[in-house]
């Protein structure tokens, strides 16, 4: 039963991501049904400011101690650094060693790394950081796409916004639908949302590593609507099938097919956001032919049907 959350700010604190876990666990909600909530600001040093990112402090009431019975604990986006309070971490280890459940929100996922609980887990964390989290954190089990993760007794959640996912996630899991609809309904916000995090991440030109195909790729860019085989670009670039295709593996890090997949997916994002053509229109001015083969690579690179991501990421 989850009666008892508390969140553990420490210096360089994300105010939204905080902001988060105190809406969905911190707001006396009694009125609506929803049950009353334990919940507790924790620091190192209770009484002492915590200085966030963005030039303000906060004060918690409660020390880390006061983590020792919470049923759950919250850990909200923090600047990344390399190291974190070891009592901090300490406290973690405990909250994890007695079968407390514990949710990140965002870079609140590298404070769980530094304190080693997410070797051979499964996790998440702002499409931003997944490099670096992953490159800190060899042994943990990255996914970059999903809002959130829940791996029981660990639950990480994405970038900023995902975090609400991952609170209301915990208290449908714990509580029920009804209690988490009635949570949402107060935020103004979905009990649950469709898709990841794939739709946020942006879907740059890739770069090249050499400037011999450059003539060849800046035409392509200009004629994503045409068809275009191995065998035509090579006779442009004058080049042999074999060679071409090595060539431009090597240059851009990926086969003709999937660079130009993915120009094709990238000009699409573009449209969808900025005209209101039909998603067949699109398709056929980004060079899938048809509205079918757009939404079946579209989805598989973005991971939202276009119909979907133009409702969300739509400019008109």
């Known amino acids: 039963m989850l009666r008892t959350v508390a969140a553990?700010?420490?210096?360089?604190?994300?105010?939204?991501?905080?902001?988060?876990?105190?809406?969905?666990?911190?707001?006396?909600?009694?009125e609506d049904g929803v049950p009353a909530f334990d919940f507790r600001v924790c620091g190192e040093h209770p009484g002492a400011p915590v200085r966030t990112s963005v030039g303000a402090s906060i004060v918690p009431d409660y020390a880390l101690d006061a983590l020792e019975d919470a049923d759950l604990v919250a850990v909200p986006a923090a600047t990344i650094r390399d190291t974190y309070p070891p009592a901090v971490l300490d406290a973690l280890r405990a909250v994890n060693r007695r079968g407390g459940t514990l949710i990140s929100v965002c870079s609140g996922a590298f404070i769980l790394g530094a304190a080693g609980l997410l070797d051979d887990r499964r996790c998440t964390t702002h499409w931003r950081h997944v490099g670096d989290l992953a490159e800190r954190f060899p042994d943990a089990k990255i996914d970059p796409d999903v809002l959130f993760v829940d791996d029981g007794d660990i639950v990480t959640s994405a970038g900023t916004a995902a975090g609400i996912?991952?609170?209301l996630h915990v208290v449908r899991r714990e509580l029920g639908a009804a209690t988490t609809a009635a949570?949402?309904?107060?935020?103004?916000?979905a009990p649950q949302r469709d898709g990841g995090q794939r739709q946020f991440v942006e879907l740059p030109t890739p770069p090249h590593q050499g400037d011999s195909l450059q003539p060849v790729l800046a035409w392509l860019l200009d004629r994503l609507d045409e068809d275009h085989t191995v065998a035509t670009l090579a006779e442009r670039a004058k080049m042999s099938e074999r060679t071409f295709a090595r060539r431009f593996a090597a240059e851009t890090g990926t086969t003709p097919h999937r660079w130009l997949t993915n120009q094709r997916v990238l000009r699409a994002r573009q449209l969808l956001e900025e005209t209101q053509l039909t998603v067949e229109d699109v398709a056929h001015r980004c060079g899938f032919g048809t509205a079918a083969l757009l939404r079946h690579h579209f989805t598989s690179v973005v991971g939202l049907p276009p119909?979907?991501?133009?409702?969300?990421f739509s400019h008109r």
């Open 8 to 30: 553990v700010v420490v210096d360089g604190l994300a105010p939204f991501e905080f902001g988060v876990v105190c809406e969905v666990f911190g707001v006396d909600r009694t």
């Open 165 to 167: 996912d991952a609170c």
């Open 183 to 189: 949570i949402a309904r107060r935020m103004v916000v």
């Open 307 to 312: 119909k979907d991501y133009r409702r969300s």
